[in-house]
C-alpha cells in the first residue's frame, strides 16, 4: 500500500510518501504520512493512496486528516 499528500491536485508534498509492504492478514492496516508544508489561502491537499499487488481500498470513513497552524 502506498500513499502521498498532493498540494492543489498536482504537487507531491515532499517528505509525504509512505508505503508498507508484506502479508496482512487484517482488513485493517494504517499507513502513517507526516510533513509539513507552508499553505496559502485557498490551497487543498489531497491524500492519495494505491496498492502494488492485490486489490484494495481506503475507506472513507476511516481516513483521517489532521492539520495545525504553526506561527
Known amino acids: 500500500m502506498r500513499g502521498r499528500l498532493v498540494l492543489n491536485g498536482s504537487?507531491?508534498?515532499?517528505g509525504s510518501f509512505g508505503?508498507?509492504?508484506?502479508?496482512?492478514?487484517?482488513?485493517?492496516?494504517?499507513?502513517?504520512?507526516?510533513?509539513?508544508?507552508?499553505?496559502?489561502?485557498g490551497d487543498t491537499v489531497e491524500l492519495q493512496g494505491s496498492f502494488r499487488v492485490a486489490d484494495g481500498y481506503l475507506?472513507?470513513?476511516?481516513?483521517s486528516f489532521w492539520g495545525a497552524k504553526i506561527g
Not at 504537487?11 to 515532499?14: A, Y
Not at 487484517?26 to 489561502?41: D, G, I, K, R
Open 11 to 14: 504537487t507531491e508534498i515532499r
Open 19 to 41: 508505503e508498507i509492504s508484506g502479508d496482512h492478514v487484517s482488513e485493517a492496516t494504517a499507513l502513517w504520512l507526516q510533513t509539513m508544508v507552508p499553505l496559502t489561502a
Open 59 to 63: 475507506a472513507a470513513n476511516h481516513t
